[in-house]
């Protein structure tokens, strides 16, 4: 079993950047491959990027790719995202997720178990 607790959002301008961090509990964080999922108000929550467990693998959104990079640090157990050239269409609250079967970066929110409270991002126009 893992506790996530994501940390790092806030207000930023167009154009700017963040970077959240998502820090996992439990010696076998390494086991999981991990995701962060955005909900913006009235929408459905939507997938982001994802990494797989040793880190070797990532996946992205369309509309996040070029300007967010996932990573993790497995001795520190954390993952981060890394977003630049933020946009107001970015504004939503953004969960870390992680998925204890082992396969390719999952896209679906159904295959994660274990979910972070969340943590506010808003972009300026």
């Known amino acids: 079993q893992v506790q996530l607790v994501e940390s790092g959002g806030g207000l930023v301008q167009a154009g700017g950047s963040l970077r959240l961090s998502c820090a996992g509990t439990g010696r076998t964080f390494s086991n999981y491959g991990m995701g962060w999922f955005r909900q913006a108000p009235g929408k459905e929550r939507e997938f982001v990027a994802a990494?797989?467990?040793?880190?070797?693998?990532?996946r992205y959104a369309d509309s996040v790719k070029g300007r967010f990079t996932i990573s993790r640090d497995n001795s520190e157990n954390t993952v981060y995202l890394q977003m630049n050239s933020l946009k107001p269409e970015d504004t939503a609250i953004y969960y870390c997720?992680?998925?204890?079967?082992?396969?390719?970066?999952?896209?679906?929110?159904?295959?994660?178990?274990?979910w972070g409270q969340g943590t506010q991002v808003t972009v300026n126009s």
């Open positions: 990494i797989s467990a040793n880190g070797g693998n990532t």
């Open positions: 997720a992680a998925d204890s079967v082992i396969r390719r970066p999952s896209v679906a929110s159904y295959e994660y178990n274990y």
